[in-house]
Every structure is written in C-alpha cells, then in structure tokens.
Nanobody
Framework: VQLQASGGGLVQAGGSLRLSCAAS????????MGWHRQAPGKQRELVAS???????NYAESVKGRFTISRDNARNTVYLQMNNLKPEDTAVYYC???????????????WGQGTQVTVSS
C-alpha cells in the first residue's frame, strides 16, 4: 500500500485548506481512513476518521470546522478544513486500515505527513 497526501501549506487564520490522501497498490479493500496531526512538542492526535460505510468521528477541537469525506472508488480521503486557527498548525498524517483479501485481517498503514501552518 502507498498513501499519497497533498494539500498542505501556509494559510492565514480564518482561511481554508483541503487535504487529500489517495491509497494505491495491491489490496482488496480499505475500511478505515483517518487524519491525525502532530504539533511540535505534542503527541499525535486523531483529527477525524471515516469508515467505508460513511460513519465519521471528529476531535472536539475541529467539530464544526473540519469535514472528512471519502471517495471509495478512488480510495481517497479528504479533509476540508475551514476557519483555520493557529493552533491547527501541525504535520497532518493520513492513515488507513486495509485488507489484502477477504480472508485476511486489517492492517494499518501510515502515510508521510503534510505540513499545515496557520498564521495569526
């Protein structure tokens, strides 16, 4: 599995960014897709997640501002980030759980991070 993330960058407070992460390679199905972030000196934390059926989960700090979605046909997950705040500054990581076949269990995989910087 390979994960290609894009969409990070520098934005002013109140602005918006859209992250995307595409899974490719030889696998049967991707179930869970999520975004985590890690700010300097802090632990990595879950930002948002989405399952193949559409169920979503958000960190309290981003509820109402961020929206996670996915395109199952393209095995791609998106994170629309609106009304960004300086405290959203972090490296954002995409991660997935996937299966190589219907008879095998899920495996986690993490992509390389993309930097999001929000200036005040």
């Amino acid at each position: 599995v390979q994960l290609q993330a894009s969409g990070g960058g520098l934005v002013q407070a109140g602005g918006s960014l859209r992250l995307s992460c595409a899974a490719s390679g030889s696998f049967w199905r991707v179930s869970y897709m999520g975004w985590h972030r890690q700010a300097p000196g802090k632990q990595r934390e879950l930002v948002a997640s989405i399952f193949s059926g559409g169920n979503t989960n958000y960190a309290e700090s981003v509820k109402g501002r961020f929206t996670i979605s996915r395109d199952n046909a393209r095995n791609t997950v998106y994170l629309q980030m609106n009304n960004l705040k300086p405290e959203d500054t972090a490296v954002y990581y995409c991660n997935v759980n996937y299966r190589m076949s219907s008879s095998q269990g899920e495996r986690p995989y993490w992509g390389q991070g993309t930097q999001v910087t929000v200036s005040s």
